[in-house]
């Protein structure tokens, strides 16, 4: 992507609305009715969960077997992966199986390449989802074009031609239609006019969207999405403010592509669909986990329902917004304290106060919070910063000791000339507040909020701090009272994940006493990984899994993290198919990619580097190509 389509592409988003009604009250974004069959999307319909079968979609019992389990689960509907025009003809018989074992829920087709098995399809499901970038287009080549106006204008003709009549076979089905585009398959036509950028992937939607509005045709719903966290929030909001800006009000699905499995993909999608519920975007989400799809229902009805739980929160403050960039990455600007702000890595701040025990895994963090100077620690804490309740310290503070004060406190009698800690909350930045700080550059904020709306409170909060021109670095905290380590993964990347997004805090703290200390601190490092501010350990980018995928994808997947999490900094892509393998292993390093039954392809930055091995020998493969090229590291003992 050259420089000058960034730039370009920001200046076309500078004129657009903002993307939600409020930045500081949560409020759904008003959208209209989709019906998909009996199931409202949009409108003032609950927010609807779905997930995906892995099965071969001709294989009708298998296919219905899960899609029952994804129902029991508590999905509102299921898609199917529908190759071609046989996969189309069976989703009837899938159908039938469902309803005689007295069940009735939408069914979605997943079509890729194929706009004659959309038709098929559209008149046997309530609903079909369609991929803009390869509709027409076919697979993503990665060819440099340069496209003429006049070419350009050709292909969308051609679209057009190609979507019409689909669009018409819809209209008198009562079909729904997904217009839904992925970062890993945008068109080369797309890519050589705006590059792979957020600006790229709405224009993508949108190409489709007028013809659909030109066709008079709106039982239609939106997604955008990318396996980069910061990439799938910021493109989605510029679709909704594309989309308000030519008056459009079609309802949004979400979801963060190739998430991955367990903790690491429970917090992924949790920081990107939590960022986007937080203020009020999505009406239906699907949690892409590679695990069994009814496991991802749970995960995402979670999710649904804590965003939920912010509805008629106490009124927060408004602050001035200054400067606010929604559709791209800009980091705050602090000043340093100590190890903290300016551009320091986003520090870990473990709070031990109200540990009952001290638990040691691999990470270490930059800083403790301990009740006493003297507190027991593990040997691999000792050399810590310890921040310590300013009343339990000493006069002679040691170097490595800093005091911690609380609002009242600190105005009343800070140390001067040295560095200390100061805990408050959004409420606590008043008038006598804002002047201190204005005098003492040498304060590190522990910023809290319990407010039922915190991430709103927190983020109100920087505002502030930029309207009275206060650079301080701060350390986002939030505490936790849940005792399943699950709950407390997806609340606190759903609270924190948006504000690390928006480039706001040097650091992050966390609080949750009945979890198990080293599985906090690995959460902490987690959720600064998935919001892609610091990277601590490997980065897998795998998909769940679909009907395309020809090799067992989750034993591969656990097979390949057991033996390479230990590579610090590395991103490895574990993709079932071409459809978003390629793409959506852009910035990873090594790709592991299904290329036929029980056939692997292996790529290096995106380069094919191996073609077609036997499945039993691709993760050596993928050893060894890692050793050959020098990222190999032995793990720790």
């Known amino acids: 992507m050259t ?51 892995t099965t071969n979609s001709l294989e009708t019992e298998a296919t219905a077997e899960q899609c029952l389990r994804i129902a029991r689960a508590g999905g509102e509907m299921v898609r199917i992966t529908t190759q071609g025009r046989r996969e189309a003809i069976n989703l009837e018989l899938i159908k039938q199986y469902i309803h005689q074992k007295g069940y009735d829920f939408p069914l979605v087709a997943d079509i890729h390449f194929n706009p004659s098995a959309a038709v098929l399809a559209a008149e046997r499901v309530e609903k079909v989802r369609i991929n803009p970038g390869n509709f027409v287009d076919g697979a993503k080549k990665f060819r440099d074009i340069n496209y003429s106006a006049g070419d350009y204008q050709s292909e969308l003709t051609e679209i057009e031609a190609k979507l019409l009549p689909f669009l018409e076979v819809c209209r008198k089905n009562g079909t729904a239609l997904r217009i839904g585009a992925n970062h890993g398959s945008l068109s080369d036509r797309i890519m050589a006019r705006y590059g792979d950028t957020p600006l790229g992937m709405v224009e993508s939607c949108m190409e489709f969207l007028r013809i659909c509005r030109r066709a008079a045709f709106d039982n239609i719903v939106l997604s955008i999405k990318s396996s980069n966290t910061r990439v799938m929030v910021h493109t989605v909001r510029l679709l909704v403010a ?89 980091k705050r600007s602090s000043h340093q304290v100590g190890i903290f702000g300016k551009e320091q890595i986003a520090a870990v701040v473990m709070d031990f106060r109200q540990a009952s025990s001290v638990d040691v895994g691999q990470l270490v963090p930059e800083a403790v919070i301990v009740d006493q100077v003297d507190a027991s620690l593990p ?27 609380k609002a009242k406190d600190f105005l009343t009698g800070a140390l001067e000339g040295r560095f200390k800690v100061l805990e408050m909350n959004y409420q606590e930045l008043d008038e006598p ?77 966390l609080s949750a006493p009945k979890l198990n200390t080293a599985a906090l601190l690995e959460l902490i ?89 036997p499945e039993a020998e691709a993760v050596d493969r993928l050893i060894d190509l890692i050793k050959d090229s020098g990222d190999w590291k032995a793990a720790p003992l």
Not at 399 to 404: D, G, H, M, R
Not at 529 to 543: D, G, L, Y
Request: with cysteine.
């Open 525 to 613: 490092f987690g959720i600064l990984q998935a919001s892609r501010v610091r990277f601590s350990r490997t980065e897998f980018i795998s998909c769940p899994g679909c009907g395309r995928t020809l090799f067992d994808l989750q034993t591969t997947t656990k097979n390949v993290r057991e033996r390479t999490a230990h590579l610090k900094g590395l991103k490895i892509a574990i993709m079932g198919c071409i459809v978003n393998g390629i793409g959506e292993m852009a910035d990873a390093d090594y790709g592991y990619v299904g290329a036929g039954p029980g056939k692997v392809s292996l790529f290096k930055n995106r380069e094919l580097v191996m073609k077609a091995l």
């Open 242 to 330: 594309t989309m308000r800006a030519e008056g459009m009000d079609y309802p949004l699905h979400l979801g963060v592509t190739e998430a991955g499995s367990g903790e690491d993909g429970r917090i992924k999608s949790a920081v990107g669909i939590g960022a986007l519920l937080a203020d009020g975007l999505g009406d239906t989400i699907r949690v892409s986990l590679t695990e069994d799809p009814e496991e991802e229902i749970p995960v995402a009805k979670m999710l649904k329902d804590y965003v939920a739980g912010r509805v008629g929160h106490a009124p927060i403050r408004v602050s001035p917004v200054h400067s606010y960039h929604p559709y791209e990455y800009v």
């Open 379 to 405: 040997a691999v804490f000792r050399d810590r910063l310890r921040i310590v309740p300013f009343h339990n310290v000493p006069k002679d503070l040691p170097a490595n000791v800093w005091p911690l004060y």
């Open 433 to 509: 507040m804002v002047l201190a700080l204005q005098q003492d550059k040498d304060v590190l904020l522990l910023l809290t909020s319990a407010h039922a709306n915190g991430t709103a409170e927190q983020r109100a909060f920087f505002m502030a701090l930029e309207a009275h021109q206060l650079t301080h670095p701060v350390v986002i905290h939030r505490a936790y009272a849940d005792a399943e380590t699950e709950a407390v993964q997806v609340k606190a990347a759903a609270d924190t994940g948006l504000l690390f997004l928006d480039g706001y805090g040097d650091g992050l703290s």
């Open 3 to 53: 420089s000058n389509k960034q730039t370009g592409n920001a200046d076309k988003s500078a004129h657009l609305p903002l993307f939600c009604d409020s930045l500081f009250a949560y409020k759904r974004n008003p959208t209209r009715e989709v019906l998909v069959g009996p199931l409202g999307i949009g409108g003032n319909n609950p927010i609807r969960l779905q997930s995906m079968t």
